[in-house]
């Protein structure tokens, strides 16, 4: 997902983050439909990792969600020795509270490629790791209500077919429609649709890679706050954490939402904002809507256990004390997102004045106070989604909600993930700013990471995720 007309998964909150750790059901209340979980408690399987920290490694990673574990698994298997160090719960955050899609319908054109890769590595985890874990080839639709959006997705249909020939995405319309979707080809007047694209299972997809890699050889030591990276003749010589110091030629940051500020506290210069995203979980029902897709101001997904996840079509970036920090890399992102982005002034601008943005190495940072990031879920966004999509399949009103939960998304300006060295600190990477797409595009993007550190060249063009693209002159574009 990504802030756009594709970027219904980044649903409007409150914008008060949560942060929570520990294990538990969640928060129940009683509603018209009966009982609601409310998840600010960690929503995935538990992974068990290790505790102790090495006092070496080739290459240490900061977090272990999507993006640093895939990173962490294409190093290893180069023969580099990696360990990932993780603050909180491994997949705790976005990548344990995403909605699910995995896809490239509908995709800005410049990321075909990587995204395109990301699926494929997506499906040959199962066979890599021996088990099901939970990556389905379920296709993927947005239903169209218009002419005129009939004529936009052909258009985007004729580009991405250029740029990539092999892809599935196509228009269905009328009786075409109705076989994949009974009912959806006299409400709509088409659908884009892609066999291809698939879900995942959040609640245990990233768990379940977590523990492959740890098989394949990974080291992930979990709760192991990383606090700052160190240079020795202004190389990266090892990193700093709550657990003592890591020696390491290479370090790579891939703590979501929380890179900006780590970085920052070495002097790289990250901008990012994170948007608050609910989302909710429906019961079974006869006549689910199969795959995943998006409707007029609701989007869906079939889960492996036959419910349904609803989510909706805005975001709301909460204002803090980044907003000011990064008010020039994002003022352009305020116009093409158009009316896709709230700002929302919330208890969070309080709560970032109190956050530190500097500490030294034997101080308690940030990231041991916050082990586990989520959101507060907008309930009046969830309703709304779940209006929307009764609507369009009246089967909906059958279907109870059970659970919903929010989290925090980790946005750029441009809406694309850093995936680079960093030039002026050699050993130094990034992997961040997935602007709520990174479930789909964390793998590809952990093994050109994998590659630049080897040396290698990248499978895919790593031109559009460099790191100095909004200063080094070149044209803003906003990719979605
Ligand atoms: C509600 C929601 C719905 C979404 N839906 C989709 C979707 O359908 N499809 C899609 O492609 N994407 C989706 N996304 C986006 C996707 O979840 C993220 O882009 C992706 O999970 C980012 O992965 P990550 O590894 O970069 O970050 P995260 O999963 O957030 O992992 C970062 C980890 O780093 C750790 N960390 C941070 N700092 C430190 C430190 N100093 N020391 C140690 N550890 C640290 C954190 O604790 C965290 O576990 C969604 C996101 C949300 C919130």
Redesign the pocket.
Known sequence: ?SISRRSF???AGSGVAGAVIGAGAGIGFMTGQGWRVHSSVPRVMPVQTLAELPAEADVVV????????STALFLNEKGLNTVV???????????????????SNGWDIGKLELTNQSKSIWQGFAARFGEDIGFRRSGNFTLIGSDDEVDMHNEWLKAALEVQPGMDSKIVTGADLDALIPGAGGKFKAALYQASDGTAE?VYS?SKIAMGAMREGVRIIAP????SVEREGGKVAGVH?EKGYIKARYVVI??????SL?AGNIDVRVPQLTLS???QRLSRIDGALPG?GYGPDFAW?MQTDGETSV?VGMSASPITSDSFRYLLDFWPTLKYSGDLVKVRLSQDFFRSLRMKSRWGNDEI?P?EEV???S?TVDRKENDTALANLRRAFPQYEKAVVKEE??????ATPDSTQFVTDVPDFPGLFL??G?????????PASGQMIAEMIAGEETTCDPAIYRFNRFTDGSEFVFRY
């Open positions: 997902m998964l980044i649903g900061i977090g272990a969600g999507i993006a640093g574990l160090l993780e603050k909180g719960v491994v997949a705790g955050e976005q990548s344990g509270r995403a909605f699910g899609w995995i896809y959040p990233v192991c706050a990383a606090r954490t891939a703590g979501g939402a929380w890179s780590f995203s609910s989302m995943a997904r989510g940072t990231f082990r586990m990031l959101g939960w929010a989290g925090m998304i980790d992997i961040t997935f602007s709520g797409n990174g479930l789909t595009t964390g």
